[in-house]
């Protein structure tokens, strides 16, 4: 099992940019499709990207397509989320999570591994 952790989150003015990191200190984690997750106050968790194991694959959801980016840098064990045209309704808790699924179902249940979480908070 590894251990993700993220980082990047912060406070942005509605239209900047944002990006969140996830690593993980086993060299597993390059075994591992990635995701990333995100769940505002009072909402369920919902699915924002994913990325294979080896980054040839990637999904979005149509929420955040055309605006995120997801990538990997397996070398350094790390996973990225890169967040442009930020609104208000990306504010939310978000977290990254391993699954050893390839290529990952876009679920959280196909993930076993969770980080614990980084705020964005999208001022308008």
């Known amino acids: 099992q590894v251990h993700p952790v993220e980082s990047g989150g912060g406070l942005v003015q509605a239209g900047g940019s944002l990006t969140l990191s996830c690593a993980a200190s086993e060299r597993t984690f390059s075994t591992y499709s990635v995701g990333w997750f995100r769940q505002a106050p009072g909402e369920e968790r919902e699915f924002v990207a994913a990325?294979?194991?080896?980054?040839?694959?990637?999904y979005s959801a149509d929420s955040v397509k055309g605006r995120f980016t997801i990538s990997r840098d397996n070398a350094n064990n790390t996973v990225y989320l890169q967040m442009s045209s930020l609104k208000p309704e990306d504010t939310a808790v978000y977290y990254c999570a391993a699954g050893r699924k390839n290529p990952p179902a876009l679920v959280a249940e196909s993930f076993d591994s969770w980080g614990p979480g980084t705020q964005v908070t999208v001022s308008s």
């Open positions: 990325i294979s194991r080896r980054g040839g694959r990637t």
